[in-house]
């Protein structure tokens, strides 16, 4: 897999160099008010809560902001009624893409996903067609530059980290989530700085893309689910070879 790139590089890169913070903001506010209303306000007893604060802190939101999101998921202030939805689709060359969105209004997001998918090529498919095609699994990404493959991989696998690759400018880790806050941790303490650092639906099987347009088309399609204020995560099967990447950027 080295010199490869998947979307959650790609997107890392892009969100490094992206303005749009308040539309992160509001993105991480709605996960942060769903999880509060299904687990609780209390990020000590309810994991998924204390995951969408982490990744709120990393986005810079303001403690306040927060705060806010918490009270609106557990009714002390009054919030839009935020739903769970997967869509599930292909893209164009038939790869497998998982849309994950949160919404006040079905009616709204399904049509619009639909609309993304249709526009790059692509089209939502039923629910379950693609589905299988992926594990959940904790990611963790480290620069290539940062620290020596050996001893990360030392102090991953010790830490409970299932595998680990060298993509080119990065190691990708993975776990099983029930892993990810203590290998998380480990990484904290040896101030050893992450890229990407969440809990992410992996695939078991690539779609190599060697052609230019095809590559274009596909990461098009992603950044346009990305750009989308209801939809949370978008992952896809997709492998594009660093030279093609290169082309298009």
Request: charged share 30%; aromatic share 6%; net charge negative.
């Amino acid at each position: 897999m080295a010199g490869h790139s998947h979307w959650a590089g790609i997107k890392h890169k892009k969100a490094a160099n992206d303005a749009k913070r308040g539309k992160v903001w509001s993105k991480l506010a709605r996960m942060i008010i769903v999880a509060a209303r299904n687990g609780g306000g209390d990020p000590s007893a309810n994991l998924t809560l204390r995951y969408a604060i982490d990744k709120a802190k990393a986005a810079n939101m303001p403690k306040d902001t927060i705060e806010k999101a918490v009270k609106k998921g557990t009714g002390d202030l009054e919030g839009a009624n935020y739903e769970e939805v997967l869509y599930e689709g292909y893209g164009p060359s038939g790869v497998a893409v998982m849309v994950e969105a949160l919404t006040d209004n079905r009616n709204r997001t399904g049509p619009e996903v639909k609309r993304i998918f249709e526009k790059h090529g692509g089209s939502l498919g039923t629910t379950g067609c693609v589905n299988w095609m992926f594990n959940k699994k904790g990611l963790i990404t480290v620069g290539t530059s940062n620290v020596n493959e050996d001893d990360l991989m030392e102090l991953a696998l010790g830490a409970g980290a299932e595998d680990m690759e060298n993509t080119g400018d990065v190691f990708e880790i993975t776990c099983d989530p029930a892993a990810y806050d203590e290998l998380k941790k480990a990484l904290e303490e040896k101030e050893i700085p992450m890229e990407v650092a969440e809990i992410s639906m992996m695939p078991q099987n690539m779609v190599e893309i060697g052609d230019e347009a095809v590559a274009k088309r596909i990461v098009s399609l992603m950044e346009a689910f990305d750009d989308h204020d209801d939809v949370q995560n978008a992952y896809a099967n997709f492998d594009i070879p660093d030279e093609v990447m290169v082309k298009l950027s």
